[in-house]
């Protein structure tokens, strides 16, 4: 009989982003719990709604393998008296391990004992762990209610555990567990019983409920475009994926229901109205055949019934929110196109940075010069449009539309930049030099968006290392805490040069930077901090290429300056992941003799100059030759390296490198300095481990 298992933690509203956590953190603890106990089972499934975290498990062993286990107790020494009868110690020994003394044996001078572990049973081991499971889950401001002191996410209503029919022993919040779950809030049905985990979804839909996320998530999809069909009008879901985990996670029981508002509104920028339908009331907006907005959107309501008037209800009650947030909106961008964005641009001085760190006007214009230095770099000789795009690139975060919807800086910008007949190519500048959003979005697409870009975003990676020298705790990105975006920032600016091929020096850039914030904030430049922002770049080109390359290539290529030129850089990672990946016989031999020079010369400074005249063997004459004759070995033909290796090999096998005598010992480190340095050009090899 195969044994199957359910678990369901019934609650009040959970937090829609604890919800995948907490799916994901189930499978990791029963997958925990099973391997420990060395107990199989064919698959794991977690199910979720805003009231339910369940866990089904399929195929569950009846209970552990018995084990039969050698233990090893006292030496025999110690465990026998001198007529061979059992110590204190050898009685103790098999006391401990529950069996008789008749049972033990010697084995290697130790005495042993055989004993038999009866493996528990699944039940036992369930009955034993899942409180602990629970109570393991982790999640933001988790909460105590009545008189526990445990903390969850929501207070918990109910509890089911069963394996196959029956019931477990278990009890969390004094709920004790049970084979009975509540419906949906609005159901008929108030309460059903599961009398099998297999049969879990299908009995709670009798109660109005879609536990299963992706059957639920599928739903929404179905039945929203088929609404919008109904009305000769289209959804588009591509770009509302966000939204659609959301809404997924908040209902238990969705259905479509079509809505609408004044068609004036549609005079406001699209990129705001849908803003305010999809990210501040998760409505999902609706389009004409021909691709227009529509004044007519779905929302997704989490509602058991059939009477028109409650649907009317809820129609008329969302169609009142979004009446109020579009009129805000409207009232705002009428009167922002009052005046032309560059008329903005001095609301700028009286807006922070960041404290410490000057106004945004400050930012701006050093945004402009960084751009011009840029565009120099990149030998572009017309740069009127790049240098015009740089001025108004904030101007819109003294609008009011954007200081109520934060969210939209540079798409506000770009629109009132084309309302102030600014040319096209500007005006995209404005919007693009925020790109990328996250990691993984998409980056300027035109030359002049990628220069103002790079620009503002070196400005806030070195701005925020200069101003924090002194306390480096202080505004620093760490793992959970980078308010200024500059791990985002420095990956934008890494996929830009990379993703474009930009010939620009990294390094010269920051230089260039942290110079004009030092000459503006009368901050000292020490190198400590430049080589702060080279390595935490490098840090972050690693985060971008983990999964593609080694991460000993990765290290072994940080020496080569890579920020001085990225596309070279990653060329030679290519060539020396490449080279390294080959993981045969020779690579490994290559790799191992590289080594043992760079070793030898790890402590030794050496000079070129070679006296022939203190060669004393062949071998030595050897390795000279082969280093005169051999062509200039670069990444690009890393593979050459083996030249040397024969002639290394038969060096180090007949030649004493720290001769006693002074001149032929430096002469021969000189030698393999020599090749140290050719290696150390490709990169560092003593980060590369051979095999």
């Known amino acids: ?43 794991i499934k977690t199910y979720a709604t805003p009231r339910r975290l369940a866990v089904l498990i399929e195929g569950l062993d009846e209970k552990q393998q018995d084990i039969i286990k050698d233990i090893k107790g006292p030496v025999v020494n110690i ?19 529950g069996i008789s003394t008749d049972l033990l044996y010697e084995k290697d001078n130790y005495i042993y004992a055989k004993v038999e572990q009866i493996g528990k049973t699944s039940k036992e081991i369930l009955e034993d762990n899942l409180k602990a499971i629970i109570m393991k889950l982790q999640g933001p401001h988790f909460m105590r209610w009545g008189c526990h002191d445990e903390k969850f996410s929501r207070p918990v209503e109910n509890l089911v555990a069963i394996l196959n029919d029956e019931v477990l022993n278990v009890e969390i919040f004094d709920r004790k567990a049970t ?31 879609y536990a299963d996320v992706e059957e639920r ?115 705002f961008y009428d009167e922002d196109i009052k005046t032309p964005l560059i008329d903005k641009i001095p609301s700028l001085k009286g807006m922070t940075f ?38 108004l690139s904030k101007a819109d975060l003294s609008t009011k539309l954007v200081f109520e919807f934060t969210e939209l800086q540079g798409f506000i910008g770009e629109n009132y930049a084309l309302k102030s007949n600014e040319k096209e190519n500007v005006a995209l500048a404005i919007k693009e030099h925020y790109f990328p959003l996250s990691a993984n979005s998409s980056l300027p697409s035109k030359i002049e968006g990628q220069i103002i870009s790079i620009a503002d975003k070196i400005d806030t990676i070195c701005a925020v290392f200069l101003s924090t020298q002194n306390d480096k705790k202080k505004k620093r990105p760490t793992g959970s805490n980078d308010p200024l975006g500059v791990r985002r920032a420095t990956i934008g600016i890494l996929r830009i040069i990379l993703t474009f091929g930009l010939n620009l020096d990294l390094s010269d850039l ?57 596309n070279l850089w990653l060329n030679r990672v290519h060539y020396v992941q490449e080279f390294v990946s080959n993981n045969n016989e020779d690579t490994n031999e290559i790799l191992e003799a590289i080594n043992r020079v760079l070793r030898i010369m790890a402590n030794h400074k050496t000079t070129n100059e070679i006296k022939t005249v203190l060669f004393e063997s062949e071998e030595e004459k050897t390795l000279f030759d082969a280093i005169v004759q051999a062509p200039q070995i670069t990444f690009e033909n890393i593979s050459d390296i083996k030249f040397f290796i024969n002639p290394l090999h038969n060096f180090f096998d007949k030649v004493l490198v720290m001769d006693e005598n002074e001149e032929i010992k430096n002469n ?10 050719r290696f150390n050009s490709i990169c560092d090899f003593s980060k590369i481990v051979s095999g």
């Not at 465990?79 to 391990?97: C, Q, R, S, V």
């Not at 209902?251 to 501040?280: A, G, N, R, W």
């Open 79 to 97: 465990a026998l008296d001198e007529n061979g009868n059992y110590t204190p110690a050898a009685i103790g020994f098999a006391k401990k391990n």
């Open 510 to 566: 920051i230089r260039e930077s942290m110079n004009l914030i030092s000459k503006e904030f009368n901050i000292k430049i020490e190198d400590e901090t430049f080589d702060e922002i080279l390595d935490f770049i490098y840090s972050r080109l690693n985060v971008i290429y983990e999964k593609t390359y080694d991460s000993d290539v990765l290290a072994a290529c940080k020496n080569t300056k890579p920020l001085s030129d990225l």
């Open 354 to 391: 960041q404290r410490g760190l000057g106004t945004l006007s400050d930012k701006t214009n050093r945004i402009e010069k960084l751009s011009s230095y840029i565009a120099d770099k990149l030998n572009i000789d017309y740069k009127d449009d790049i240098l015009r795009a740089a001025k």
């Open 217 to 331: 998530r599928q739903l929404i999809i179905d039945s929203a475009s088929k609404k919008a069909e109904e009305n000769n009008l289209k959804i588009d879901f591509s770009n509302l994926e966000d939204l659609l985990d959301e809404v997924t996670y908040i209902t238990e029981y969705p259905v479509p229901v079509i809505c609408e508002f004044k068609k004036e509104y549609l005079q406001i920028p699209d990129i705001v109205t849908v803003t305010v339908m999809s990210k501040h009331q998760r409505y999902f907006p609706l389009y004409e055949k021909d691709g227009k907005l529509s004044n007519k959107f779905i929302t997704m309501a989490n509602f058991v019934g059939k009477d028109e008037e409650s649907f009317n209800n809820i129609k008329a009650g969302n169609q009142r929110v979004i009446s109020a947030r579009l009129e805000d909106g409207k009232f």
């Open 1 to 43: 009989m195969e044994n199957n298992f359910l678990l369901e933690i019934l609650t009040e509203e959970l937090p829609y982003q604890f919800i995948p956590s907490a799916e994901g953190q189930l499978i990791e603890l029963f997958n925990k719990l099973f391997n420990e106990n060395k107990i199989n089972y064919k698959n």
């Open 179 to 209: 084979n009975k779950t509540k419906g949906h809030r609005f159901s008929d049905v108030k309460e059903v019983t599961i009398t099998d985990p297999l049969k879990y979804c299908e009995i709670l839909k009798i109660a109005n409920v």
């Open 668 to 677: 021969r480190l000189n030698l393999l300095g020599i090749l140290a340095n």
